[in-house]
């Protein structure tokens, strides 16, 4: 079966009282629904990871971004053993350049979080290895698996080892 492929974007902003913040939502519909979660979705037949993420996070935020302003953080796949259809490999993106303010969607209710105060217990249990790093500036490539019960991580290579 073939990886599906999607995207993610951060949006990151530096607040007087907080500091670096990214932004966040949490996922009202579909799946990860109740997840704090990265804007992104599916990449639609004819569009580049880049032309998606512009588009998701149009949808889900009411925030303007242009493919100029993003920036490639990394490639992550994800494997479901138990539900392989679920397996999908992520091109995240970021971008500290935007327009608009976050305005909540069928979809995601949007929030802006500290840096050093991820609500990664509200994420999935993936983004405690990946997302601070990827927000440290890393270029990341992972291969993330999950165990029988589709939430906990069960192994995690990163580097040359993911590819």
């Known amino acids: ?91 995240v993106f970021g971008s500290d350049r935007f327009s608009g303010e976050a305005e909540e969607s069928d979809e995601i209710a949007p929030e802006w979080f500290p840096f050093d105060d991820l609500p990664l217990a509200r994420m999935w249990d993936d983004a405690r290895l990946w997302l601070p790093r990827v927000l440290a500036g890393e270029y990341v490539t992972a291969e993330i698996s999950f165990a029988e019960d589709c939430e906990t991580v069960s192994g995690a290579r990163f580097g040359e080892d993911a590819a």
Not at 11 to 33: C, I, M, N, Q, Y
Not at 43 to 51: A, D, F, H, I, N
Not at 70 to 89: C, H, M, N
């Open 1 to 91: 079966m073939s990886l599906t492929s999607m995207c993610l974007c951060y949006l990151t902003r530096v607040s007087d009282a907080a500091g670096p913040e990214v932004l966040l939502g949490v996922k009202k519909t579909g799946f990860g629904a109740g997840k704090l979660v990265g804007l992104g979705g599916h990449v639609e037949p004819g569009e580049s990871p880049l032309q998606a993420v512009v588009r998701e996070v149009m949808e889900e935020s009411s925030i303007r971004v242009e493919p100029a302003q993003l920036r490639e953080l990394g490639v992550v796949t994800f494997r479901f053993p138990a539900r392989p259809g679920w397996d999908s490999v992520v091109s």
